[in-house]
C-alpha cells in the first residue's frame, strides 16, 4: 500500500538570474537588483516563501504513450520518453501557500514592477524548492531521478491534474486546491511526476513541443 | 439527553481517526472514502462500535468529504443517510453506558474560497448547506465542522449550518506549524469571529501531535468564552518502510491529551493515526479530570481574517480616510471604479499605524449595496486590518457583514427603534461590535444625563437580540465647537458617565469638533488628548494627521499604556513620513532622466520644482512624453526589459500625480476613454495592470472594470462612454471564448470601438479570427495603437 508524506522546506539558494528571467529581463541593472532584493526581503520577512510538498511513490508502467499508476492513466508520449525504463515514480504537488499570492495581489494594484518581481520570485522560489526536494531524495535513497514532468508540459494535457488531485488529495495534505480552468490556487503551487532511476537529466526543453516558448533553454 | 445540556456538565470525549482507520482498512490512495459508507458498511460500524466502545461521547459519521462538489445530489443523499446509519447502527449495538451522540462532519470543500481561489463565496455557503440539510433529515445530533484551514471557508460552512440548522455547531481548524491557519487566521482572531457567529464551541484538530498544538490551544483558552475542542493527531507520520507510522504512542497521546483537559480543554479526542486504543487510554485520564469551567472573558474585540484589535487596552486608532465626504477625488475614484486609490488610502494609513480602517463608499451617484461589499473584499484582498462598515443603507450593511471575513465593526446603530430593529438582528446574526450613537427620535439630548438615558436604552433592546453589552461601544456623538462652546464638555462628560456606569466601551469621531475651525489639527489634538484623559477607548481619526497622532502617542506612553521604545519607534516612523515627502532626493539632472532611470521620489520632487515655473501641459510634453518614448523605444529595441519600463512607468505616474495634486491642472492631458478588462472566469490581471500604467501614463482615461468581468458589463461600459477604444486580456485557453462572446456583442453592438485583445494564449491570427481590430503583444504596442486611433479621432 502506498502512503503520502509531507514535507516542509525554509531554505533553498536564490538564483537571481531565474528571478529576471520569469520577470521578464534577460539582465539585471542595478534598479532591477534592488528592486529584487527589496521584494525578496519583504517576503521573506512576513514569511510568504516557504515550501511544501506532498508526495507518494507509485510503482508505474511505462508504455509508448502512457504511463499507468495506481489505477490511473496518462496519456503522453512526451512523459512516456521521459520515465522510459522506470519501474517507479514519485508523483507530488507542492505550494509556496497562499501570502506570496496576497502579497503579489497587493502590488498589482499599487507598484506593478513588484508585483512583476514577485512573481518571478515564486516561479524561482517553488523550482528551487523543488531541485531542492529531488537532490534530497536521491541522496537519501540512493537513487537517480529523472526530469520532473507536470501537466500541461508537451503532450500532457492540464486534463491530468484531475488525476494528480485524486491521487494525492492536496487540499487535506498542502492546502492547494484545483480550479475549474484547472489551474490552481495558491498559483505558486507545482504538481508532477518523477521517474526513480532511468535517465538523470536536467529540463530537456527538446522534449516539448513548444518551439517559440520564451522560456525555452 | 439534549447535547447541549450535556455539552454545560461535562468533558466530551471525541471519536479518534477515521481516514487511516479506513485505510487499513484496504481504502486506496485515490478512493473517495465516504463511499466506503455504501460498500463497506460493516467496516463503518465496527469502527464506530469501537470508538462508542472505548467510551467515546460523540462518534462522528464518515461525512468529511460528503459535498456537492465531490458527490452528485443523489449519491451525497445516500452517502449522508448511510454514514448516519452507520453511526446509529454502532450506537445501539455499544456496550458502553455513557451518554452517546452522532455528529455529522463536515471538511474544507477542497477548493479555495475567492479571492485566492476560485469558488465564490455565496457558492461555498451553498455547498454546506446541503450537506447540512441531509445532516438534519437523516438526524445528527450535531454539526462537527473540522480540518478547515481557512477563515473564510470555516464562515462559509458556520453560515450555512446556522442558516439551515438549530444544531449544535462545533468548530474545529486545522493550524499550521506557525500557529496560525493556511490563509493566516491566528487562534484570536479565530475565536473572536467564532463566537460572532455564535457557535458553541471552537478548537483545533488534525495537523500534528498533542505537544505541538498546545500553544494553539493554550491562546484559545486565554480568549474563548466556548467550550475548547482539542483533537490533535497521534504525532507527525514518519516514514517506515514506505509505510506512514505515527510518532506518537497512545498512552503519550492520553497523559497529553488529558493533561490539556486538566487546564480547561472541555471536549477532546483525537484525528489522523489515532486508533480506539488511543481514546480507551484518554477516557481513562479524563476520568479523573475536572470539569472546567468555561470562563466568560468579557473581550469587546472585531478582528479580520489575521488581525485582531482589542478594546480597552491601548486606545485605538480607526482610520477615517476612506470617506467620500468633501473629497472631489474620491468621488471620482468611486464613480471611476478606481480601487486603486481607494486601496492606497488604505494601505497609507495601515502604514501610519491605524489599527481599523473605517470603509464609507456612500454618494448619490453609487448603488451602495453593491459597492460597499465590493470594497470590503478588495480591501481584505491585500490588507490585513480589521473594518468598520460605515453606511445606514442596512441592505449595505448586511451584504457587507456576509461577506466580511472576520468579525466587524458596524458604524453604527442609535436609539431609535427603526435603527436598533435593523441593526440588532444582522449583529446578531454575522457577528460583529456595534458603535452605537446616544441619539433617538428626539434627537441628541443636550445633557449627559439624558445620552446615558439613550445608552441604557440600547442596552436593554441589544439584550433581547441575545447581543451581549461587551458587543456595543458607545459614541457619545461629537458636536462642533463653532456652534456651540460647551460641545466638547457634554460629549465628555457623557462619555465618562457612560462608561463609568455601563463598563461599555467608548469611541468618538474627534475631527467633528473642530469642523467650521482655522487650524483643526490643534484643535482636534487638544480635543482627543481630553477624550482619552476621560476613558476614550477608541478614535476615530485622520492617521496622516501628525498633530492628532502624536497626541495619541503621547497619551499612551504618559498614560503608561506604551513602553517608551514603542513610543520612539512610532514617532520616528511619523517624522521620517512627514520629512520624507520631498525624499531622500539623488542628484539627477532633469525630470525625464528620473523617469528614465526610474526613480520615484525624485520624478516627484523634480515636477513639483518645475510647476514653479511651468504649466502641466508642458512638463507632460516637454518631459515626461519624450521620456516614456525613449524608455518605450529602448523596451521595444531589447535594451530595456519589462521589470525597467514598469519602473519607469511608475516613476513617470510619480510625476503624474504630483501634477495632479498641484490644483493648477484639468484634466489637461486627457486624450480619450479606453475601457479595459480581464475577461470572465479570468483571475489574472497583472498584463491588464500593467497596459492600465502606460495607458494612463500616456494620457488615456482609463476605466479598469477589474478581472473576471462578465461580458455584458464591458459592453454596456462601453456604449455609456461611447468609448472609442476597449482592451481584453485573456491568459488562459479556457476563457478565450468569453473573449470571443465579448468582442463580438461589442462589434454588433459598439461598431464604433476600436477592440484590442493581448494576453498569453492569444495571437494574431487568433485575433484575427475573433474580430478583434488589433493584436498587441505587450503594453507598448497597445499603447501605439491607442495613439494611432487617438489620432486619427482629433
Same mark, same amino acid.
Given at each position: 500500500?502506498?502512503?503520502?508524506?509531507?514535507?516542509?522546506?525554509?531554505?533553498?539558494?536564490?538564483?537571481?538570474?531565474?528571478?529576471?528571467?520569469?520577470?521578464?529581463?534577460?539582465?539585471?541593472?542595478?534598479?532591477?537588483?534592488?528592486?529584487?532584493?527589496?521584494?525578496?526581503?519583504?517576503?521573506?520577512?512576513?514569511?510568504?516563501?516557504?515550501?511544501?510538498?506532498?508526495?507518494?511513490?507509485?510503482?508505474?508502467?511505462?508504455?509508448?504513450?502512457?504511463?499507468?499508476?495506481?489505477?490511473?492513466?496518462?496519456?503522453?508520449?512526451?512523459?512516456?520518453?521521459?520515465?522510459?525504463?522506470?519501474?517507479?515514480?514519485?508523483?507530488?504537488?507542492?505550494?509556496?501557500?497562499?501570502?506570496?499570492?496576497?502579497?503579489?495581489?497587493?502590488?498589482?494594484?499599487?507598484?506593478?514592477?513588484?508585483?512583476?518581481?514577485?512573481?518571478?520570485?515564486?516561479?524561482?522560489?517553488?523550482?528551487?524548492?523543488?531541485?531542492?526536494?529531488?537532490?534530497?531524495?536521491?541522496?537519501?535513497?540512493?537513487?537517480?531521478?529523472?526530469?520532473?514532468?507536470?501537466?500541461?508540459?508537451?503532450?500532457?494535457?492540464?486534463?491530468?491534474?484531475?488525476?494528480?488531485?485524486?491521487?494525492?488529495?492536496?487540499?487535506?495534505?498542502?492546502?492547494?486546491?484545483?480550479?475549474?480552468?484547472?489551474?490552481?490556487?495558491?498559483?505558486?503551487?507545482?504538481?508532477?511526476?518523477?521517474?526513480?532511476?532511468?535517465?538523470?537529466?536536467?529540463?530537456?526543453?527538446?522534449?516539448?513541443?513548444?518551439?517559440?516558448?520564451?522560456?525555452?533553454? | 439527553?439534549?447535547?447541549?445540556?450535556?455539552?454545560?456538565?461535562?468533558?466530551?470525549?471525541?471519536?479518534?481517526?477515521?481516514?487511516?482507520?479506513?485505510?487499513?482498512?484496504?481504502?486506496?490512495?485515490?478512493?473517495?472514502?465516504?463511499?466506503?459508507?455504501?460498500?463497506?458498511?460493516?467496516?463503518?460500524?465496527?469502527?464506530?462500535? %469501537?470508538?462508542?466502545?472505548?467510551?467515546?461521547?460523540?462518534?462522528?459519521?464518515?461525512?468529511?468529504?460528503?459535498?456537492?462538489?465531490?458527490?452528485?445530489?443523489?449519491?451525497?443523499?445516500?452517502?449522508?443517510?448511510?454514514?448516519?446509519?452507520?453511526?446509529?447502527?454502532?450506537?445501539?449495538?455499544?456496550?458502553?453506558?455513557?451518554?452517546?451522540?452522532?455528529?455529522?462532519?463536515?471538511?474544507?470543500?477542497?477548493?479555495?474560497?475567492?479571492?485566492?481561489? *476560485?469558488?465564490?463565496?455565496?457558492?461555498?455557503?451553498?455547498?454546506?448547506?446541503?450537506?447540512?440539510?441531509?445532516?438534519?433529515?437523516?438526524?445528527?445530533?450535531?454539526?462537527?465542522?473540522?480540518?478547515?484551514?481557512?477563515?473564510?471557508?470555516?464562515?462559509?460552512?458556520?453560515?450555512?449550518?446556522?442558516?439551515?440548522?438549530?444544531?449544535?455547531?462545533?468548530?474545529?481548524?486545522?493550524?499550521?506549524?506557525?500557529?496560525?491557519?493556511?490563509?493566516?487566521?491566528?487562534?484570536?482572531?479565530?475565536?473572536?469571529?467564532?463566537?460572532?457567529?455564535?457557535?458553541?464551541?471552537?478548537?483545533?484538530?488534525?495537523?500534528?501531535?498533542?505537544?505541538?498544538?498546545?500553544?494553539?490551544?493554550?491562546?484559545?483558552?486565554?480568549?474563548?468564552?466556548?467550550?475548547?475542542?482539542?483533537?490533535?493527531?497521534?504525532?507527525?507520520?514518519?516514514?517506515?518502510?514506505?509505510?506512514?507510522?505515527?510518532?506518537?504512542?497512545?498512552?503519550?497521546?492520553?497523559?497529553?491529551?488529558?493533561?490539556?483537559?486538566?487546564?480547561?480543554?472541555?471536549?477532546?479526542?483525537?484525528?489522523?493515526?489515532?486508533?480506539?486504543?488511543?481514546?480507551?487510554?484518554?477516557?481513562?485520564?479524563?476520568?479523573?479530570?475536572?470539569?472546567?469551567?468555561?470562563?466568560?472573558?468579557?473581550?469587546?474585540?472585531?478582528?479580520?481574517?489575521?488581525?485582531?484589535?482589542?478594546?480597552?487596552?491601548?486606545?485605538?486608532?480607526?482610520?477615517?480616510?476612506?470617506?467620500?465626504?468633501?473629497?472631489?477625488?474620491?468621488?471620482?475614484?468611486?464613480?471611476?471604479?478606481?480601487?486603486?486609490?481607494?486601496?492606497?488610502?488604505?494601505?497609507?494609513?495601515?502604514?501610519?499605524?491605524?489599527?481599523?480602517?473605517?470603509?464609507?463608499?456612500?454618494?448619490?451617484?453609487?448603488?451602495?449595496?453593491?459597492?460597499?461589499?465590493?470594497?470590503?473584499?478588495?480591501?481584505?484582498?491585500?490588507?490585513?486590518?480589521?473594518?468598520?462598515?460605515?453606511?445606514?443603507?442596512?441592505?449595505?450593511?448586511?451584504?457587507?457583514?456576509?461577506?466580511?471575513?472576520?468579525?466587524?465593526?458596524?458604524?453604527?446603530?442609535?436609539?431609535?427603534?427603526?435603527?436598533?430593529?435593523?441593526?440588532?438582528?444582522?449583529?446578531?446574526?454575522?457577528?460583529?461590535?456595534?458603535?452605537?450613537?446616544?441619539?433617538?427620535?428626539?434627537?441628541?439630548?443636550?445633557?449627559?444625563?439624558?445620552?446615558?438615558?439613550? %445608552?441604557?436604552?440600547?442596552?436593554?433592546?441589544?439584550?433581547?437580540?441575545?447581543?451581549?453589552?461587551?458587543?456595543?461601544?458607545?459614541?457619545?456623538?461629537?458636536?462642533?465647537?463653532?456652534?456651540?462652546?460647551? %460641545?466638547?464638555?457634554?460629549?465628555?462628560? %457623557?462619555?465618562?458617565?457612560?462608561?463609568?456606569?455601563?463598563?461599555?466601551?467608548?469611541?468618538?469621531?474627534?475631527?467633528?469638533?473642530?469642523?467650521?475651525?482655522?487650524?483643526?489639527?490643534?484643535?482636534?489634538?487638544?480635543?482627543?488628548?481630553?477624550?482619552?484623559?476621560?476613558?476614550?477607548?477608541?478614535?476615530?481619526?485622520?492617521?496622516?494627521?501628525?498633530?492628532?497622532?502624536?497626541?495619541?502617542?503621547?497619551?499612551?506612553?504618559?498614560?503608561?499604556?506604551?513602553?517608551?521604545?514603542?513610543?520612539?519607534?512610532?514617532?520616528?516612523?511619523?517624522?521620517?513620513?512627514?520629512?520624507?515627502?520631498?525624499?531622500?532626493?539623488?542628484?539627477?539632472?532633469?525630470?525625464?532622466?528620473?523617469?528614465?532611470?526610474?526613480?520615484?521620489?525624485?520624478?516627484?520632487?523634480?515636477?513639483?520644482?518645475?510647476?514653479?515655473?511651468?504649466?502641466?501641459?508642458?512638463?507632460?510634453?516637454?518631459?515626461?512624453?519624450?521620456?516614456?518614448?525613449?524608455?518605450?523605444?529602448?523596451?521595444?529595441?531589447?535594451?530595456?526589459?519589462?521589470?525597467?519600463?514598469?519602473?519607469?512607468?511608475?516613476?513617470?505616474?510619480?510625476?503624474? *500625480?504630483?501634477?495632479?495634486?498641484?490644483?493648477?491642472?484639468?484634466?489637461?492631458?486627457?486624450?480619450?476613454?479606453?475601457?479595459?478588462?480581464?475577461?470572465?472566469? *479570468?483571475?489574472?490581471?497583472?498584463?491588464?495592470?500593467?497596459?492600465?500604467?502606460?495607458?494612463?501614463?500616456?494620457?488615456?482615461?482609463?476605466?479598469?472594470?477589474?478581472? *473576471?468581468?462578465?461580458?455584458?458589463?464591458?459592453?454596456?461600459?462601453?456604449?455609456?462612454?461611447?468609448?472609442?477604444?476597449?482592451?481584453?486580456?485573456?491568459?488562459?485557453?479556457?476563457?478565450?471564448?468569453?473573449?470571443?462572446?465579448?468582442?463580438?456583442?461589442?462589434?454588433?453592438?459598439?461598431?464604433?470601438?476600436?477592440?484590442?485583445?493581448?494576453?498569453?494564449?492569444?495571437?494574431?491570427?487568433?485575433?484575427?479570427?475573433?474580430?478583434?481590430?488589433?493584436?498587441?503583444?505587450?503594453?507598448?504596442?497597445?499603447?501605439?495603437?491607442?495613439?494611432?486611433?487617438?489620432?486619427?479621432?482629433?
Amino acid at each position: 500500500m502506498s502512503e503520502i508524506f509531507r514535507a516542509e522546506f525554509k531554505d533553498a539558494p536564490v538564483n537571481y538570474n531565474e528571478i529576471a528571467r520569469y520577470a521578464g529581463a534577460k539582465t539585471i541593472d542595478s534598479e532591477l537588483k534592488n528592486l529584487i532584493d527589496a521584494c525578496l526581503n519583504e517576503a521573506n520577512n512576513i514569511g510568504v516563501l516557504n515550501f511544501t510538498l506532498c508526495f507518494v511513490k507509485e510503482n508505474i508502467e511505462v508504455g509508448e504513450d502512457t504511463t499507468n499508476f495506481a489505477g490511473f492513466s496518462l496519456k503522453s508520449k512526451n512523459l512516456a520518453k521521459v520515465l522510459n525504463g522506470t519501474k517507479e515514480a514519485v508523483v507530488f504537488a507542492c505550494t509556496l501557500g497562499v501570502g506570496i499570492d496576497k502579497l503579489i495581489r497587493k502590488y498589482a494594484e499599487i507598484q506593478p514592477s513588484k508585483a512583476l518581481v514577485l512573481q518571478g520570485i515564486g516561479a524561482e522560489r517553488i523550482e528551487s524548492f523543488i531541485d531542492y526536494f529531488c537532490e534530497r531524495y536521491k541522496k537519501e535513497n540512493g537513487v537517480s531521478l529523472t526530469m520532473r514532468y507536470s501537466p500541461g508540459f508537451g503532450d500532457l494535457s492540464l486534463e491530468n491534474q484531475k488525476k494528480v488531485f485524486a491521487l494525492l488529495n492536496p487540499p487535506k495534505y498542502i492546502g492547494v486546491t484545483l480550479n475549474d480552468s484547472l489551474l490552481m490556487s495558491p498559483s505558486k503551487s507545482v504538481t508532477g511526476i518523477i521517474g526513480i532511476g532511468g535517465c538523470d537529466k536536467k529540463e530537456d526543453c527538446t522534449n516539448c513541443n513548444l518551439e517559440n516558448c520564451e522560456y525555452r533553454k | 439527553m439534549d447535547f447541549r445540556e450535556f455539552l454545560k456538565n461535562n468533558n466530551v470525549i471525541v471519536d479518534g481517526a477515521t481516514g487511516t482507520e479506513l485505510q487499513k482498512a484496504g481504502l486506496q490512495v485515490g478512493e473517495l472514502p465516504e463511499r466506503w459508507n455504501i460498500t463497506h458498511p460493516e467496516v463503518l460500524i465496527n469502527l464506530h462500535k %469501537a470508538y462508542y466502545d472505548a467510551g467515546s461521547n460523540i462518534v462522528s459519521a464518515n461525512t468529511f468529504g460528503a459535498n456537492s462538489l465531490r458527490y452528485n445530489d443523489k449519491e451525497l443523499e445516500e452517502v449522508i443517510a448511510c454514514a448516519i446509519n452507520n453511526v446509529k447502527k454502532a450506537k445501539e449495538l455499544s456496550t458502553g453506558n455513557q451518554e452517546k451522540f452522532i455528529a455529522v462532519d463536515i471538511g474544507p470543500t477542497g477548493k479555495l474560497l475567492e479571492p485566492y481561489g *476560485d469558488l465564490k463565496f455565496e457558492e461555498a455557503v451553498e455547498v454546506f448547506a446541503k450537506t447540512v440539510r441531509l445532516a438534519v433529515k437523516y438526524g445528527a445530533d450535531l454539526l462537527f465542522i473540522q480540518t478547515m484551514n481557512d477563515s473564510y471557508e470555516t464562515k462559509a460552512c458556520v453560515l450555512a449550518a446556522k442558516e439551515n440548522s438549530n444544531l449544535p455547531i462545533f468548530v474545529s481548524n486545522a493550524y499550521n506549524e506557525d500557529g496560525k491557519l493556511m490563509t493566516g487566521a491566528t487562534p484570536y482572531t479565530m475565536a473572536c469571529m467564532l463566537e460572532g457567529l455564535g457557535v458553541d464551541a471552537i478548537g483545533a484538530n488534525c495537523s500534528f501531535g498533542p505537544k505541538e498544538l498546545e500553544d494553539v490551544i493554550q491562546k484559545l483558552l486565554e480568549v474563548s468564552s466556548l467550550p475548547v475542542i482539542f483533537m490533535p493527531n497521534a504525532g507527525i507520520p514518519k516514514n517506515e518502510n514506505g509505510m506512514a507510522v505515527y510518532d506518537v504512542s497512545a498512552k503519550d497521546f492520553a497523559e497529553s491529551v488529558s493533561n490539556m483537559v486538566g487546564k480547561g480543554v472541555r471536549v477532546a479526542g483525537g484525528c489522523c493515526g489515532t486508533t480506539p486504543e488511543y481514546i480507551k487510554l484518554l477516557v481513562d485520564l479524563v476520568k479523573d479530570k475536572p470539569v472546567s469551567k468555561v470562563e466568560y472573558k468579557g473581550l469587546t474585540h472585531i478582528c479580520s481574517n489575521s488581525k485582531e484589535a482589542r478594546f480597552g487596552y491601548k486606545p485605538l486608532i480607526i482610520g477615517e480616510r476612506i470617506n467620500p465626504t468633501g473629497k472631489k477625488r474620491f468621488k471620482q475614484a468611486l464613480i471611476e471604479n478606481d480601487i486603486g486609490y481607494i486601496l492606497n488610502e488604505g494601505l497609507s494609513q495601515s502604514e501610519c499605524g491605524a489599527d481599523v480602517l473605517d470603509v464609507n463608499v456612500g454618494i448619490p451617484d453609487i448603488d451602495e449595496k453593491e459597492v460597499l461589499p465590493k470594497t470590503v473584499q478588495k480591501l481584505q484582498e491585500i490588507i490585513d486590518l480589521p473594518l468598520q462598515l460605515d453606511t445606514s443603507n442596512v441592505e449595505a450593511m448586511e451584504k457587507g457583514l456576509r461577506i466580511y471575513n472576520g468579525k466587524a465593526l458596524i458604524n453604527s446603530v442609535n436609539g431609535k427603534k427603526e435603527s436598533m430593529e435593523a441593526i440588532f438582528p444582522l449583529a446578531k446574526k454575522y457577528g460583529g461590535a456595534i458603535i452605537a450613537l446616544t441619539l433617538d427620535e428626539n434627537g441628541i439630548p443636550n445633557t449627559p444625563q439624558g445620552r446615558y438615558e439613550i %445608552a441604557l436604552k440600547i442596552l436593554e433592546e441589544a439584550k433581547k437580540y441575545g447581543i451581549k453589552k461587551e458587543d456595543i461601544i458607545f459614541d457619545t456623538l461629537c458636536m462642533t465647537m463653532s456652534v456651540d462652546p460647551e %460641545a466638547g464638555n457634554k460629549t465628555l462628560n %457623557a462619555l465618562k458617565l457612560i462608561k463609568e456606569k455601563t463598563g461599555c466601551n467608548t469611541s468618538l469621531g474627534i475631527s467633528n469638533v473642530s469642523f467650521g475651525l482655522p487650524d483643526r489639527e490643534s484643535v482636534n489634538a487638544a480635543f482627543l488628548t481630553m477624550a482619552l484623559q476621560n476613558g476614550l477607548d477608541a478614535a476615530i481619526i485622520n492617521p496622516f494627521s501628525k498633530g492628532v497622532m502624536d497626541s495619541i502617542c503621547s497619551f499612551n506612553v504618559e498614560a503608561g499604556k506604551e513602553s517608551e521604545e514603542e513610543y520612539k519607534k512610532f514617532i520616528t516612523n511619523i517624522i521620517n513620513k512627514a520629512t520624507n515627502q520631498g525624499g531622500n532626493v539623488a542628484n539627477v539632472k532633469s525630470l525625464s532622466d528620473a523617469i528614465i532611470i526610474g526613480l520615484k521620489d525624485e520624478a516627484k520632487q523634480k515636477t513639483k520644482e518645475l510647476l514653479a515655473t511651468k504649466s502641466a501641459l508642458d512638463i507632460i510634453n516637454e518631459e515626461v512624453i519624450p521620456a516614456l518614448d525613449e524608455v518605450g523605444k529602448k523596451y521595444e529595441n531589447k535594451t530595456f526589459y519589462l521589470p525597467q519600463l514598469l519602473i519607469s512607468a511608475e516613476a513617470a505616474k510619480q510625476a503624474f *500625480d504630483a501634477i495632479k495634486d498641484s490644483s493648477s491642472v484639468k484634466n489637461s492631458s486627457v486624450k480619450c476613454d479606453f475601457v479595459i478588462a480581464t475577461v470572465f472566469g *479570468d483571475i489574472h490581471d497583472i498584463g491588464k495592470n500593467i497596459v492600465k500604467l502606460l495607458l494612463e501614463n500616456y494620457g488615456f482615461n482609463v476605466i479598469d472594470l477589474g478581472k *473576471d468581468v462578465p461580458q455584458r458589463t464591458i459592453v454596456d461600459e462601453v456604449i455609456k462612454r461611447h468609448a472609442p477604444l476597449c482592451g481584453l486580456s485573456a491568459l488562459m485557453t479556457t476563457t478565450v471564448p468569453a473573449m470571443e462572446e465579448t468582442v463580438a456583442m461589442l462589434k454588433k453592438e459598439a461598431p464604433w470601438c476600436k477592440v484590442v485583445v493581448g494576453g498569453a494564449v492569444l495571437n494574431e491570427s487568433y485575433a484575427q479570427k475573433m474580430g478583434a481590430d488589433k493584436y498587441a503583444k505587450d503594453a507598448m504596442e497597445t499603447v501605439r495603437y491607442a495613439e494611432e486611433i487617438y489620432s486619427k479621432l482629433v
